[in-house]
């Protein structure tokens, strides 16, 4: 399962970067507004920590079916290849996606709350769909049993897009995607940084750093003579 991070916090990136293994950022308009900064240099910013190899995802504002095309043909020049553009799986979501696969705009079909309606984006040409795990859970439904949904119904109709499973707010429902085989996640800083964030972890590093200790009076292999 490839790991994004959705948050635009440039600090949070860059750890998570260098730290973790990270295969890209995504974003929404909302994530945006938590930076407070024109939402471009914000963009721009994560451009930059992240370099041109990697993937960024950035969505198209406009809810008008020009808008959406002009939005998307803002973002592919400002951020460059390796750029998805993220477009509301909407009945004008799925014109503008058919459109921008025709020009070769990679798309996703994000807002995604029913499987049907992943696979009428997938259908109209989007690359990815972004089923929203935790909202779906707290509308009473189950999520992470939707996005398998999901999964299943783009494999078995052999359709060219993948599932990016968003909104979460557990490691639990990442941990049961990455089992079923769901090709990407994406989650805020603190969920990934959750992954490891046990007690038993540190305790268990830190034993092996005494004991070593206790044994050399060093607490590294190159320290001694
Ligand atoms: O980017 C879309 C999705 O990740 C939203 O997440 O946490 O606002 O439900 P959240």
Redesign the pocket.
């Known amino acids: 399962m490839k790991l994004f991070i959705?948050d635009a916090n440039i600090d949070a990136i860059k750890e998570l970067i260098e730290y973790y293994p990270i295969d890209g950022v995504?974003?929404?308009p909302?994530?945006l507004a938590k930076a407070k900064k024109d939402p471009r240099e914000t963009l721009l910013a994560i451009r930059k920590a992240i370099g041109d190899d990697m993937i960024i995802f950035a969505?198209a504002v406009d809810l008008s079916y020009e808008g959406m095309i002009q939005d998307a043909h803002m973002i592919m020049e400002l951020l460059g290849k390796n750029t998805v553009v993220?477009i509301p799986s909407t009945p004008t979501g799925f014109k503008a996606i058919k459109a921008l696969k025709k020009e070769g705009i990679t798309t996703c079909g994000?807002?995604v709350y029913t499987p049907m309606q992943a696979y009428l984006a997938a259908k109209a040409g989007a690359s990815y769909v972004?089923p929203?795990v935790?909202?779906i859970d707290n509308m009473g439904y189950d999520g992470v049993a939707i996005v398998k949904q999901i999964q299943d119904i783009l494999e078995t109709n052999n359709m060219d897009c993948e599932v990016l499973a968003?909104?979460?707010?557990n490691s639990q429902q990442v941990l049961e995607l990455c089992e079923y085989g769901v090709a990407n996640a994406?989650c805020?800083a603190d969920v990934i940084k959750a992954f490891v964030k046990n007690p038993a972890i540190d305790a268990a590093v830190d034993d092996f750093v005494s004991d070593f200790q206790s044994l050399t009076g060093k607490t590294s292999m190159c320290a001694l003579d």
């Open positions: 959705d995504t974003t929404n909302s994530i969505q993220k994000t807002v972004a929203y935790n909202r968003a909104s979460f707010k994406t805020a």
